[in-house]
C-alpha cells in the first residue's frame, strides 16, 4: 500500500512539474510569434531591480529579526543570516544601476549618430 502512495506522489509531481513547462514554452512561443509578426514591441527589461529590493528588504529585516533573538541563539552571530540577503540584495541593486546606466549611454550614442 505504501508503494501506491509513493508511485501516486511521484505521478503528480512529475505531472506538475510537465503542465508547468509546457505552459511556460507555449508561452514563449506565443510571445515571439506575436513580435516577429510585429503586433508587439519587444521590451529589454532591466534585471534586478525587483530581486534587489526584496533581498535587500529580507536583509534588513533579518538583521532586526536575528537582532533581538540573540540572546535566545547564543551560537548564531546576529548578523550572519541578514548580511548574506543584504550583500545579494545590494549587489543585485548595483547590477540593475550599472546596466541602467550602460543601456542610457548606449541610447545617447547611437540617437547621436542619427542626427
Request: hydrophobic letters at 50%; zero cysteines.
Amino acid at each position: 500500500m505504501e508503494s501506491m502512495y509513493f508511485i501516486t506522489t511521484i505521478i503528480t509531481i512529475f505531472g506538475g512539474f510537465t503542465i508547468a513547462i509546457l505552459a511556460i514554452l507555449t508561452d514563449h512561443k506565443q510571445k515571439m510569434l506575436l513580435i516577429e509578426r510585429g503586433l508587439i514591441e519587444e521590451k529589454k527589461p532591466y534585471p534586478g531591480l525587483r530581486s534587489g529590493l526584496t533581498f535587500t528588504l529580507l536583509g534588513i529585516i533579518s538583521l532586526l529579526i536575528f537582532r533581538s533573538w540573540t540572546s535566545i541563539f547564543q551560537v548564531i552571530p546576529w548578523y550572519s543570516p541578514g548580511a548574506v540577503f543584504l550583500a545579494f540584495g545590494v549587489a543585485q541593486l548595483s547590477y540593475y544601476f550599472l546596466i541602467k546606466r550602460d543601456a542610457n549611454k548606449l541610447d545617447k550614442t547611437y540617437s547621436d549618430r542619427a542626427l
